[in-house]
């Protein structure tokens, strides 16, 4: 099992930035790949940004140049980061982190970010 728990969202004005944290427990070697993801009201989940086991890093053309992924490895614990600056009033959505593994994904329970313009 992989437990992963986000923290970070917020309420920011436009042009600002947030930094969301997704903590991974548990067997975190089976992680293949960590991402993240979306959904703003009434629209569908969509993919933000992943990084690889091997440390590539990915980003919906939405978001490239203004967010930035990254992971940092302790003990037995690894948390990815979601460095967002300058945003704007439509990255407004629950963000959810993903544990991708061969046996199956994993889910974190979300967090609010909301831009104010």
């Known amino acids: 099992q992989v437990q992963l728990v986000e923290a970070g969202g917020g309420l920011v004005q436009a042009g600002g930035s947030l930094r969301l944290s997704c903590a991974a427990s548990g067997r975190i070697f089976i992680i293949n790949e960590m991402d993240w993801y979306r959904q703003a009201p009434g629209k569908q989940r969509e993919f933000v940004a992943s990084?690889?086991?091997?440390?590539?890093?990915?980003?919906a053309d939405s978001v490239k140049g203004r967010f930035t992924i990254s992971r940092d490895w302790a003990g037995n614990t690894v948390t990815v980061y979601l460095q967002m600056n300058s945003l704007k009033p439509e990255d407004t959505a629950v963000y959810y982190c993903?544990?991708?593994?061969?046996?199956?994904?994993?889910w974190g329970q979300g967090t609010q970010v909301t831009v104010s313009s």
């Open positions: 990084i690889t086991s091997g440390g590539g890093q990915y980003y």
């Open positions: 993903k544990g991708a593994t061969i046996p199956g994904d994993y």
